[in-house]
């Protein structure tokens, strides 16, 4: 897969919307409740998001929609990646499972996913999509999430 090399001078990188969602649901079938409450066509994409973070590689499944009224994409992306591990126990002949978890954004490691909405025109009103989200008894909560204070925005260049 070949390589690209970003500066963050190069992008304006608040021009999206975030919202933070919380639940214990799988990433496929979250896509199917919020394309049932939205009416959005979240798919799947053929390639995960990697990061690289201490030497290992994450991959962060991401799901994409297209809205060809507003011209905008959409992205679902989990934050939160559950890694499981083989770890020599004390006894001689026995490994023990150790699971840990790491999250595309750590600065918020109670959110499940992220919904990302492109918005260069600044138009939409993250509200009125929380608002619908919330009244899924799949997504436990939702809310916009302040873009100009994330930490490493970087992480959210899907394109």
């Known amino acids: ?8 001078s190069d992008f304006d990188i608040c021009d999206f919307k975030l919202i933070g969602l919380h639940s214990q649901h799988e990433p496929h079938k979250i896509a199917y409740f919020i394309n049932l ?5 979240f798919k799947r994409l053929t390639y995960d998001l990697e990061l690289l973070n201490n030497g290992k590689s994450m991959h962060f499944p991401v799901f994409e929609f297209f809205s ?10 989990c934050n939160k990646l559950e890694l ?3 770890v ?3 006894n001689l002949f026995e490994t023990e499972d150790y699971i840990s978890y790491q ?3 750590e600065d918020y490691k109670q959110v499940d996913y992220l919904l990302k909405i492109e918005d260069e025109l600044d138009i939409f009103d993250p509200k009125l999509i929380t608002d619908k989200l919330i ?3 799949q997504i436990s909560m939702a809310y916009a999430i302040d873009t100009t204070a ?3 925005p970087e992480h959210l260049i899907l394109d």
């Open 1 to 8: 897969m070949k390589k690209r090399r970003f500066n963050l």
């Open 37 to 41: 409450a939205l009416g959005t066509n």
């Open 68 to 77: 060809r009224e507003w011209d905008t994409k959409s992205y679902l992306v």
């Open 84 to 86: 499981e591990e083989k």
């Open 88 to 90: 020599e126990s004390s």
């Open 103 to 105: 999250f595309l954004l």
């Open 135 to 137: 009244k899924m008894h």
């Open 150 to 152: 994330l930490k490493h």
